[in-house]
Nanobody, 115 residues
Framework: QVQLVESGGGLVQPGGSLRLSCAAS????????MAWYRQPPGEERELVAM???????IYGDSVKGRFTISRDNGKNMLYLQMKSLKPDDTAVYYC?????????WGEGTLVTVSS
């Protein structure tokens, strides 16, 4: 079992920044990939960013150039630095990890971008 706990969500004004964190219950080295997904109100869950064990990254088109995914293997932490936030970024953000072919999800953290 892998437990993932997100933190860092909240209310931010358009153009602002926010950093999300995800803490894992086991070493990141035992996971195949880590990612952030989001689910806007009334919409499907979508990929925001992914990072592999080799450090390769993939970003969703809507966040390229604004969001940065990173990890701290020593602390078993995953981060999502979000800049130039827009109202369309409002969503519940979920931490995701894969281990031995099984996906694991956190409970999510709400990000609201509004003036």
């Amino acid at each position: 079992q892998v437990q993932l706990v997100e933190s860092g969500g909240g209310l931010v004004q358009p153009g602002g920044s926010l950093r999300l964190s995800c803490a894992a219950s086991i070493s990141w080295f035992s996971l195949q990939s880590m990612a952030w997904y989001r689910q806007p109100p009334g919409e499907e869950r979508e990929l925001v960013a992914m990072i592999t064990t080799t450090g390769s990254t993939i970003y969703g088109d809507s966040v390229k150039g604004r969001f940065t995914i990173s990890r701290d293997n020593g602390k078993n932490m995953l981060y999502l630095q979000m800049k130039s936030l827009k109202p369309d970024d409002t969503a519940v953000y979920y931490c995701n990890a894969w281990r031995y072919g099984t996906p694991y999800w956190g409970e999510g953290t709400l990000v609201t971008v509004s003036s």
